[in-house]
């Protein structure tokens, strides 16, 4: 079956860029998606990309995709304290609607 | 305000109860889901729904049931079956058919058993 996998903590300092990763194996993807959840909280979609494209920019954020690697990454510029999130990749296949989600990776900035 | 509302926020049950989790959603969306969430493990589906009167089982249906009875509503039963039940667990929505098809996610109801 699918399967989404995500390393499970990043620590950047405060203004520097932050990269999160994710590679993922249904070569049938159409969408691929970044979530953030603060604590105690639902996710909230960040930001989405097409599998035809390669690149996605949303004013800090930046999403690259490399389909032949299946590679997936999310880098956010200016990291602020705010950011200080769990960030989940997910990826649909040719299944409407089901997601796959990675386990998520724990972003702590710091001052 | 369109959305999705999961009630209650915080729940604790005795073992051997069943229990029920709401969630409502006025997005006029036809999919609905339930996850699992635990610390390092991101999200396990548990069931969805496609379409009313309709539901399949996900990845860890077992100890758990579902009703989808009308269109905004999804609420799962815990019960006491389930052999570890205290966990986070999140509902969703999404609109059927092509198109960008992002879920929608409720703000959680974290179950503890004592």
């Known amino acids: 079956g699918e399967d989404v996998e995500q390393s499970l903590f990043l620590s950047v300092r405060e203004g520097d860029s932050s990269v999160i990763n994710c590679t993922y194996t249904?070569?049938?993807?159409?969408?691929l998606y970044w979530y953030k959840q603060e604590p105690g909280a639902g996710l909230q979609l960040l930001t989405y990309i097409f599998s035809n494209m390669d690149m996605k920019q949303d004013q800090r954020l930046t999403v690259l995709l490399n389909k032949k690697d299946k590679h997936l990454s999310l880098r956010i510029a200016d990291t602020q304290t705010g950011d200080s999130a769990i960030y989940f990749c997910a990826e649909r296949g040719t299944s409407y609607g089901k997601l796959t989600f990675g386990q998520g990776t724990i972003l702590t900035v710091h001052p | 305000d369109g959305g999705i509302t999961q009630s209650p926020k915080y729940l604790f049950r005795k073992e051997g109860q069943n229990v029920t989790l709401s969630c409502e959603q006025n997005l006029n969306h036809d999919a609905m889901y339930w996850y699992r969430q635990d610390p390092g493990q991101g999200l396990r589906l548990i069931y969805y729904s496609q379409i009313v009167n309709d539901f399949q089982k996900g990845d860890i249906a077992e100890g758990y049931s579902v009703s989808r009875e009308k269109k905004e509503s999804f609420p799962l039963t815990v019960t006491s079956a389930q052999k570890n039940p205290t966990a986070f667990y999140l509902c969703?929505?999404?609109?059927?058919?092509?198109?960008?098809?992002?879920?929608?996610f409720g703000p959680g109801t974290r179950l503890t058993v004592l």
């Open positions: 969703a929505s999404s609109p059927e058919g092509p198109g960008v098809g992002e879920q929608f």
């Open positions: 249904d070569s049938s993807s159409t969408y």
